[in-house]
């Protein structure tokens, strides 16, 4: 096991940057969640800790080793990729234990390293298959087996879920999580799925074009986002937005005045955008007006998209809402519950 630390890293393709000086402390065991849009860089970053991409600047070191120069076989690393392409002509002993004959242990040692990941992935009685007698989840678990089986210091994770279908996705990503907890190696975990980001995570890392916007706990993201892009990204459905103005009032945004807690009330009025997400909404008599435009029924809960004067918003509420589009109801927000950011660069005012 060990830590990983990445200083000011930086990659560049020949003019182009795409990594502008990550600083980022993963310690022994820890879980960190990669995540971000389409293209911020979050497979080059993992790529460039196992050694498959070079370091333009900075440096990488695993357990307090500088790692920039060797190659990835030296590095004690293990990947598994979103396309875990396992030998077809081989079984998945053989897939799992191939990375071992290279070092040069017996067999008998390769096959009872084998059996002891078998176990711990429920693949015992599949050891003899081939990669065609399997299931999408199961091959899943091979590739897995393959990375385990060589004991490495690091886990790297380049989405490997996401060709899996969604009830199956659920499920595997229970099997990580539980195998984490077993084994406690450090693994970074590349996603853009924001459910798999919150569930897994100790911590997560979310990035935009190749830079960090914020390191934190699942829920610290949550509940106090530092700005406005990490509070649009995690979270789902969305948070809301509001385009606005801070005044004595509340916030005053077009067709409608929003309350504010007593502290954020603005001495004279300032350009803001009020940040509220859906279950933080409540029916309320003596709420600010919205016009019903779609309700979504999905038994536990009910998903409303409403307007809120001229701007769209979705509310999540426990209780059953059985109107119909065109009608309005009263909705109150959350008052311990409302992010405030600036209207200019999007940064955290509350
Ligand atoms: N070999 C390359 N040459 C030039 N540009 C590259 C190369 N590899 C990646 N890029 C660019 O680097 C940026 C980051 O790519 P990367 O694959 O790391 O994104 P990502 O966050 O993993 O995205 P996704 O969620 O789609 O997998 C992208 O703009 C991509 O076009
Ligand atoms: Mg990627």
Redesign the pocket.
């Known amino acids: 096991m060990a830590e990983v630390t990445l200083s000011n890293v930086r ?1 560049s ?2 003019a ?1 940057d ?2 502008h000086g990550i600083d980022l402390g993963i310690t022994d065991g820890e879980f960190v969640v ?1 995540v ?12 460039m800790v196992a050694g498959l ?1 070079t370091i333009t600047g900075g440096e990488v070191r695993i357990g307090g080793r500088v790692v920039n120069d060797l190659d990835p076989k030296d590095r004690d690393i293990a990947m598994v990729f ?1 396309n875990y392409a396992l030998y077809p002509h081989m079984t998945v002993a053989t897939n799992m234990g191939f990375s071992l004959e290279h070092r040069g242990g017996s067999n008998a040692e390769i096959a009872e390293r084998v059996k002891w990941a078998a176990d711990i992935l429920g693949l015992a009685p599949l050891l003899d298959r081939y990669p065609r007698q399997l299931s999408g989840g199961q091959r899943q678990r091979v590739a897995m087996g393959r990375a385990i089986v060589r004991d490495p210091k690091v886990f790297l994770f ?2 490997p879920l996401s060709n899996l279908d969604a009830k199956l996705r659920v499920v595997m990503r229970g099997e990580i999580k539980s195998l984490h907890q077993r084994l406690k190696t450090t693994t970074i975990y ?1 996603t ?1 799925d924001q459910v798999e980001a919150m569930t897994m995570a100790d911590k997560i890392v979310v ?1 935009n074009g ?1 830079r960090v916007e914020q390191i934190g706990a699942p829920l610290d993201l949550y509940d106090r986002p530092a700005n406005q892009f990490v509070a649009g990204f995690i979270g789902s459905p969305s948070m809301n937005f509001l385009n606005g103005t801070i005044t004595p009032e509340g916030f005053s945004a077009p067709g409608i005045l929003l309350p504010l807690p007593e502290a954020e009330h603005g001495h004279k009025d300032r350009k803001a955008v009020y940040g509220i997400r859906p279950e933080h909404f409540f029916l309320d008599e003596n709420g600010v007006p919205a016009e019903i435009i779609l309700v979504e029924p999905m038994g536990s809960e009910t998903q409303v998209t409403m307007k809120l004067g001229e701007t769209l918003a979705t509310g999540v509420f426990r209780e059953r809402v059985s109107l119909s589009p065109g009608a309005t109801i009263r909705v109150r927000p959350d008052l311990g519950n409302i992010h405030l950011f600036a209207a200019d660069g999007g940064q955290r005012l509350n």
């Open positions: 990659k393709y020949g182009v795409i990594i990669l971000g849009p389409s293209g911020c860089g979050k497979s080059t970053l993992l790529r991409e979103q380049d989405e590349v853009h990035l190749g």
